[in-house]
């Protein structure tokens, strides 16, 4: 479906939502709408948000899944990301790898229908726009290999395989390796008319203290040209990244490419352009990811990062990161939206800040200060459908009053 005709649906769609609302007169319906992004995580990696657990039928998936995007829908939300391909595995018939095992309980086995197909489907005809999630180096969350079908492409290259922190994962470092993950992710947006491909935050894994992430081999083969190993690593994901997108660009235009990172790039006492943070982790160091550059480059179309902290935190305040990130924006082509921990209001064990249901909401009027700050992602889905303490209604009713169409 061409883009102008998803926008036009989209209008349909929305305005037919607002007409909808209950209660609502005829003069109280909104007229017109925002734009915005109001995105939703769908989590799919160990059945975090869905499917609710593994072998349910199909017609249980599939009623699973339109409830959770009815919700967004209840909610003003506009747009979900859904994880397609939580572990080197599919969410749809790939080409290239084998059914997740997150569906049946068996990888491999076919689940008796399209996930994938079905949730643009569904998606766009509820005016939600949807953005395929891919994870792009984890195998495994356990580092049995003969737990993988015998297909699988892990079994075929062993030396594919680094295992590290209790997971198995594809190195970076191999050539072979991207050009299999991107040829992986880009057999899905050939096939569905997605409105964007999006990434997490895992790039080279997050450190485990005492372990070692072994790619010598590979750095001895192809790491000769740079200064240090650390550069190698964040040339392989610079590549990752600007042969995802212009891989996206060539077969699907219009559809949009963006990156959810942890999010402090560096702290300024490591990098004096860096945040004003005392985050134990930095992407560019600790993941190789340079976030910054891709924003800055216009490698990436948005980029969303996991603003997961409260106002006032004392290592990684909410209203120091956004400031740093909208600094980063300013003047690219590339939009920011924050990504808000909506799981953490009202969990057991957050700090204060987290049992007040407005929150959250204190945090969009905050990113309102800022003009690059296009919108926000709730994660995830389970919490969305949940909302346990009201923190989500309550953003609702303080700033989502009429519905807004997705960035397109």
Do not use: C
């Amino acid at each position: 479906m061409a883009q102008v005709s998803r926008r036009a649906f989209t209008a349909a769609a929305l305005a037919t939502l607002a007409s909808a609302v209950p209660g609502a007169t005829a003069a109280a319906r909104p007229r017109r709408t925002a734009t915005g992004m109001r995105g939703m995580w769908l989590a799919t990696v160990s059945n975090r948000d869905w499917p609710s657990r593994t072998g349910l039928s199909a017609s249980a998936q599939r009623k699973e899944l339109t409830a959770l995007l009815d919700k967004a829908v209840d909610y003003r939300l506009n747009t979900v990301m859904f994880q397609v391909r939580p572990t080197a595995d599919a969410f749809w018939p790939s080409a290239h790898e084998p059914w997740s095992t997150y569906l049946t309980g068996t990888q491999g086995k076919n689940p008796g229908w399209d996930p994938l197909g079905t949730a643009v489907e569904e998606a766009h005809a509820r005016g939600l726009h949807l953005h395929a999630w891919f994870n792009p180096y984890r195998i495994a969350t356990d580092t049995d290999t003969g737990k993988l079908v015998a297909s699988h492409p892990a079994r075929k290259h062993p030396d594919w395989v680094v295992r590290y922190g209790g997971k198995l994962y594809y190195n970076p470092g191999i050539p072979a390796v991207r050009a299999f993950v991107v040829e992986a992710i880009l057999d899905a947006v050939a096939k569905y008319p997605v409105d964007g491909v999006h990434f997490d935050d895992y790039f080279y894994p997050y450190p485990v203290a005492g372990q070692t992430f072994d790619d010598d081999d590979a750095f001895d083969a192809h790491g000769g040209d740079f200064s240090s190993r650390a550069a190698w690593r964040r040339d392989n994901i610079d590549k990752l990244v600007t042969e995802t997108a212009a891989g996206v660009r060539r077969l699907r235009p219009g559809t949009l490419f963006g990156v959810s990172p942890f999010a402090v790039w560096r702290n300024a006492t490591t990098d004096s352009r860096g945040s004003d943070t005392e985050a134990g982790v930095e992407t560019y160091d600790d993941l190789y990811a340079d976030t910054r550059k891709w924003v800055q480059k216009n490698w990436i179309d948005y980029i969303v990062p996991q603003v997961y902290w409260q106002i006032g935190n004392a290592a990684a305040d909410y209203a120091r990161v956004v400031d740093w990130w909208a600094g980063v924006a300013k003047g690219s082509r590339t939009r920011l939206y924050i990504g808000e921990a909506l799981y953490r209001a009202g969990g057991k064990g957050e700090p204060s800040a987290w049992q007040n249901p407005a929150e959250l909401s204190r945090h969009l009027t905050l990113a309102a200060q800022y003009p690059q700050v296009g919108g926000h992602v709730y994660f995830a889905a389970r919490d969305v459908a949940a909302d346990p303490i009201g923190a989500l209604s309550r953003v609702v009713a303080d700033h989502y009053r009429q519905p807004a169409l997705p960035p397109g």
